[in-house]
């Protein structure tokens, strides 16, 4: 485990919504190897929202946009001495393959999904507090109490149909995060902020903090600039913006 703790704010919708579903994607993870039913309602959960993140918009174009986007600009750093060759390569062949994957899906992402008649039930009761109790879906309390095995099955086969996607956005997410080095910066009573060059514009701030401060961020911003506040919590009370001078690390995610 990192001795930082990692706080991140996307400068653009695209990169916001790659966020969201790696942090769904992990969240589905936790709790889909457990064998007692909470674990696979909160699974289930998460799946859900997956499926509705890939409903609002046509995000399979969006991520074959920017797959291509990053091969094209790492086909340029060829031409460039001291590149570690063997390791452009290999990451030029992973988004290649993501390109081959993503492209093969059968029509828009988690199609098969939402025309799923029992999933797509849950999805209109979830919306319900408390819609979720066996009498509203006798169905999924059905399915709840079926061996272990045959949950942990079909669930994956639902996610399986999703695995081009997220290993495209992983790939993504992996290639924008490590697209720059850190800095050491100082934020003076507690505030930071800094004008980005337009001419590489920055897709994602990364501040971290030491894993045991009593200090969180919270981060504003736009492709232009961006600011960060340190707050502390006193009491049960609002955080506040603390008033001691705080180092940090600080990185820029151009890629």
Not at 48 to 64: A, P
Not at 88 to 116: C, F, P, S, T, W
Not at 168 to 174: D, E
Request: contains cysteine.
């Amino acid at each position: 485990m990192s001795d930082l703790i990692h706080f991140e704010h996307p400068l653009n919708e695209r990169i916001r919504t790659f966020l969201r579903l790696e942090h769904l994607f992990l969240h589905v993870d936790h709790f889909r190897p457990l064998a007692d039913t909470w674990s696979n309602r909160a699974a289930i959960d998460g799946l859900l929202s997956i499926i509705t993140v890939f409903g609002r918009s046509d995000l399979k174009t969006e991520i074959l946009k920017e797959l291509e986007r990053h091969t094209t600009s790492l086909e340029r750093v060829r031409q460039q001495p001291g590149v570690d060759m063997q390791a452009l390569g290999q990451v030029l062949d992973d988004l290649e393959q993501a390109i081959h994957q993503v492209y093969r899906m059968d029509g828009q992402i988690a199609r098969k999904l939402r025309n799923n008649e029992f999933l797509t039930t849950i999805l209109q009761r979830s919306s319900i507090p408390g819609g979720g109790c066996n009498f509203d879906l006798p169905q999924y309390h059905f399915w709840l109490n079926q061996p272990h095995e045959v949950r942990q099955n079909q669930m994956s086969e639902w996610m399986y149909e999703l695995h081009p996607v997220r290993e495209a956005v992983v790939l993504l997410l992996n290639l924008v995060r490590g697209s720059n080095l850190p800095t050491q910066e100082r934020a003076l009573q507690g505030f930071f902020q800094k004008t980005l060059d337009s001419s590489s514009p920055a897709q994602l701030i990364r501040v971290g903090l030491p894993r045991n401060s009593a200090i969180f961020t919270e981060i504003s911003g736009n492709k232009h600039r961006f600011s960060i506040r340190f707050l502390e919590v006193l009491g049960t009370g609002k955080p506040v913006q603390t008033t001691s001078d705080i180092d940090f690390q600080l990185t820029a995610c151009i890629f």
